[in-house]
């Protein structure tokens, strides 16, 4: 069965910079588009950043573009995100998911998901 395993995640202050991991396994992972999602308290769960599986086009969330960057290495099953320039408003649970051969940007269309790692930026 598919397993996504996020890391990285912790407390850093506003400003700062932090590098999820995600680990895949149990699928074929260059058939698969590889993203981010977040949830913060109380929000809607959010589309942050996708990578695709063909030539690793790459799509984001209006909140993070030009502060984020997602990055996958076909070698090692990983897919990452880099987030630089961190708010608070970035506190959130960090999910990796993955959807075959398409990228999407709705939780719903998600064919897997992890089970999050905690982001927080204190002001």
């Known amino acids: 069965q598919v397993q996504l395993v996020e890391s990285g995640g912790g407390l850093v202050q506003a400003g700062g910079s932090l590098r999820l991991s995600c680990a895949a396994s149990?699928?074929?992972?260059?058939?698969?588009?590889m993203g981010w999602f977040r949830q913060g308290t109380g929000k809607e769960r959010e589309f942050v950043a996708a990578?695709?599986?063909?030539?690793?086009?790459?799509y984001y969330g209006d909140s993070v573009k030009g502060r984020f960057t997602i990055s996958r290495d076909n070698a090692k099953n990983m897919v990452y995100l880099q987030m630089n320039s961190l708010k608070p408003e970035d506190t959130a649970v960090y999910y990796c998911a993955a959807s075959r051969l398409v990228v999407v940007t709705t939780w719903s269309a998600l064919d897997s998901w992890g089970q999050g790692t905690q982001v927080t930026v204190s002001s």
């Open positions: 990578v695709d599986w063909s030539d690793h086009s790459t």
């Open positions: 149990g699928l074929t992972f260059s058939n698969y588009a």
